[in-house]
T-cell receptor, first 112, second 112 residues
């Protein structure tokens, strides 16, 4: 059974650029959610996807968007990057309704 | 109110001692309370979790105590080991799938 995998592990962008982060869910999981973790803080919920549709969103602007594919993998897209977007972006997968989230190792984004 | 408050921010314990981390919540709709362990450069790993109809859950050296009336729950690590040194996050799930609200984290150091 493979775990949650994320790519890339690290990336550097400049302000105003766009970024796409990718996530492969754990086998047997049909829900994927994304979290932003700033340095020294707890993860903050961005949104979750179930059956390829966004199903719940945290307090993040529309320039944060995502996709879930039929194989339950997912993408997080962030447009018009700002300095404050620098963080660790975590993807988590689960079976819908269980609450047992399994996280990937994250993508470390630095915005200069 | 979706907040989960965690204390202490940091904790130093001697090897073999008991580590205790506390969390409090306000939203009575929360129905699942996991604890995550995170090592530097890694994603959070699910450690143990409890539902509000149970007052205590034990798995090995890890125990969750849950007080529904006080809206508080805590993690106890018995016989703490240097390998337990990590950041611990409490979290709570609302009624929406994979949406977790995390505490701010506790950095645990276990001295040999």
């Amino acid at each position: 059974e493979t775990g949650v995998t994320q790519s890339p592990t690290h990336l550097i962008k400049t302000r105003g650029q766009q970024v796409t982060l990718r996530c492969s869910s754990q086998s047997g999981h049909n829900t994927v959610s994304w979290y932003q973790q700033a340095l020294g803080q707890g993860p903050q919920f961005i949104f979750q996807y179930y059956r390829e549709e966004e199903n719940g969103r945290g307090n993040f602007p529309p320039r944060f968007s995502g996709l879930q594919f039929p194989n339950y993998s997912s993408e997080l897209n962030v447009n018009a990057l700002e300095l404050d977007d620098s963080a660790l972006y975590l993807c988590a997968s689960a079976r819908w309704g269980t609450g047992e989230l399994f996280f990937g190792e994250g993508s470390r984004l630095t915005v200069l | 109110q979706q907040q989960v408050k965690q204390s202490p921010q940091s904790l130093i314990v001697q090897k073999g001692g008991i580590s205790i981390i506390n969390c409090a919540y306000e939203n009575t709709a929360f129905d699942y309370f996991p604890w995550y362990q995170q090592f530097p450069g890694k994603g959070p790993a699910l450690l143990i979790a409890i539902r509000p109809d149970v007052s205590e859950k034990k798995e090995g050296r890890f125990t969750i105590s849950f007080n529904k009336s006080a809206k508080q729950f805590s993690l106890h690590i018995m016989d703490s080991q240097p390998g337990d040194s990590a950041t611990y996050f409490c979290a709570a799930r609302g009624t929406s799938g994979s949406r977790l609200t995390f505490g701010e984290g506790t950095q645990l150091t276990v001295n040999p």
